[in-house]
Structure formats: structure tokens, C-alpha cells
């Protein structure tokens, strides 16, 4: 077996190269992304849990197979805890830009950081 | 071998048989064993099956590729026991449209790309089909795009070292007297 590019033609370039270019692309208009300022919790698609996100705090969210545990700290928003069985979503890391999304699918929980705009939010809280 | 006396169409149907049903044993073990090894994100994979969907389309044909990548993810989810289940829906939808933009690729530009090329579309393609397939099933919010990028940039270097390794076995599987007829002679990815 010989190396890629004995194998690569001039056409697999002209494909490949684009795709590496939007990806990048990409990349950096996400990593570009402004800080965000509410975390904003859906469990089944239903909104149930808001708050904003300069002010600590840690709390559980109930999903179908038990309480989420999720931390709000200066790094952003992270999940400390959960129920679910491949742990996926603690491994994902503090969320804190605008449009970052935490998932954990087992337990139907989605976390997403907003930015609403300069507009204030009509609450300080919600929980349900 | 008696070979000789049997109808060389019927011969050429059982060997495609038995080497597809040998690429599909093959795909399934590479996709389990992929899934059982340890890696950073649970979910980034390199997506070695897909040297054996590549062996179809270039040994074969379009269907064979469409036999192989079904299969695998079917057999591959039933033995991992995903079955049905969130997972299994994203690894259809990737497949499908990675299966679907490999064959339409291979067929328009087939004597101007290698391997290399159509694997590194397959592997955006099966980007693509898991984020729409999170983003309408599991996700239902388009901030799931965000992801994209980043799962995008991952996927194609996966998809240029599987189409790499797919060339190395095509190499090998042409020296084999099964796939030295002349329909397949002119089917090489090499120039």
C-alpha cells in the first residue's frame, strides 16, 4: 500500500479542499459566536428552566430517567451529573457562547445558552 | 474447481453474493469493533465500514454499495442492541445520504476522483444526514448547526483516511481472479 497522494488525483483535491475550507470556515464563525447571557433548559421539548447566566448557581432537572445535575459557574453552564447510561453529555464540556448547546438524549435534556437580544428578559428565573 | 461447466452469469451472481455477504461480515465487525474502542467523544468515529461500501461501488456497482452500507448499519445496530433506538435513526440517516452522495458522485466523475475523493464526500454526506436527522429528531432547534462545523472538519480527515484505506484493499481484492474480468478492469480509482 502507497501513500495518499500516489492514489489522490487532481479531482479529489478540487472536492476535498472546499470541504476543509467551509469547515474551517465554520469553525471560526462559531468560535467568533458573542458570549451569551441566559441558560435556558428544555426537557421534551418543553422549556423548563431559565436563568441567567452571570450568576452562580447549580440545580437538577428531572428527565425520564432521573435528575440531570447541571452547574452554572464562570466558565458557563456544564453538566455534573446525570442518570443517562454513556454519560455523553459530561464529557461535552461548559457551554457559554450564544447558540452553544448542551444535550443529554437519553434523559431528553437540552441546554442551550441565548442572547436575547439587548432586550431584557420578562423574568429573572423560571423554574418548573 | 469445476467452474467450467457451470453458466458464467450464474457464476458471476454467486461470487458477487458471496463477496458482498463477505463485505458485509467484514463492515459489521469493523463498525462493532469501532464502537466497543475507547475515543475522546463518545460519538466521533472513524467510519471504517465504509471501506467496505467503497469496495462494493468499485468492485460493483451502486446497489452492492446500498447492500453493504444498509446492512451493516441494521446488522451492526441488532448486534450492539441499538436497534430503533436515537442512535440508530442518526447512523440510518448518515448512511443513506453518505451512501447516496458516494454512488451519484461515483457515477459522474468516477474516472477523475479516486477512492479518496468519494470517501471524503461520503464522510460530509454522513455529517450531514446525522445533524439533519438530530436536528429533526432529538434536537428540535437549530442551534444543533452549531455543532456542524466542527463534526464537518473531523469527518472529512476520517473520510480521506478511509478512502486511503480503501484504496489499499481495492488494490489487493483486483489481484484475486474474481475481479479480473474486463467489466472491471476499467473501474479502477487509480490513473
Known amino acids: ?128 | 474447481m469445476t467452474c467450467s461447466a457451470v453458466d458464467a452469469r450464474q457464476l458471476a451472481r454467486a461470487r458477487r453474493q458471496v463477496f458482498l455477504a463477505l463485505f458485509v461480515a467484514v463492515a459489521v465487525s469493523m463498525h462493532a469493533l469501532e464502537t466497543l474502542l475507547p475515543t475522546p467523544v463518545p460519538w466521533l468515529r472513524l467510519g471504517l465500514a465504509n471501506i467496505m461500501t467503497l469496495a462494493a461501488l468499485y468492485l460493483y456497482d451502486g446497489r452492492a454499495a446500498w447492500t453493504v452500507s444498509l446492512a451493516r448499519v441494521g446488522m451492526g445496530s441488532l448486534l450492539l442492541g441499538r436497534l430503533f433506538s436515537p442512535g440508530f435513526w442518526l447512523a440510518l440517516s448518515g448512511t443513506i445520504v453518505a451512501t447516496s452522495a458516494m454512488i451519484v458522485l461515483y457515477r459522474l466523475a468516477a474516472r477523475r476522483l479516486s477512492p479518496v475523493g468519494i470517501s471524503a464526500v461520503g464522510a460530509a454526506g454522513h455529517a450531514l444526514g446525522q445533524v439533519l436527522a438530530a436536528r429533526l429528531l432529538v434536537i428540535q432547534h437549530p442551534a444543533i448547526w452549531k455543532i456542524f462545523p466542527l463534526f464537518l472538519s473531523f469527518t472529512v480527515f476520517a473520510g480521506i483516511l478511509t478512502g486511503w484505506l480503501a484504496c489499499g484493499l481495492l488494490e489487493q481484492l483486483r489481484q484475486h481472479p474474481a475481479f479480473q474480468s474486463p467489466a472491471n478492469a476499467d473501474r479502477c480509482g487509480e490513473q
Request: net charge neutral; hydrophobic share 40%.
Open chain 1, 1 to 128: 500500500m502507497k501513500a495518499p497522494w500516489h492514489y489522490m488525483t487532481v479531482g479529489d483535491w478540487l472536492v476535498i479542499l472546499p470541504l476543509i475550507c467551509a469547515a474551517l470556515a465554520g469553525v471560526a464563525w462559531v468560535a467568533a459566536a458573542p458570549g451569551g447571557t441566559r441558560v435556558v433548559v428544555t426537557s421534551g421539548g418543553e422549556t423548563c428552566f431559565s436563568a441567567p447566566l452571570d450568576q452562580p448557581r447549580s440545580f437538577d432537572i428531572e428527565g425520564p430517567l432521573g435528575p440531570t445535575h447541571l452547574v452554572i459557574d464562570e466558565q458557563g453552564v456544564r453538566i455534573t451529573g446525570s442518570p443517562c447510561p454513556r454519560k455523553i453529555c459530561l464529557s461535552m464540556g461548559p457551554a457559554r457562547h450564544s447558540g452553544d448547546l448542551l444535550a443529554c438524549v437519553p434523559n431528553r435534556i437540552l441546554v442551550r445558552i441565548d442572547s436575547p437580544g439587548g432586550k431584557e428578559a420578562p423574568y429573572d428565573l423560571l423554574s418548573r
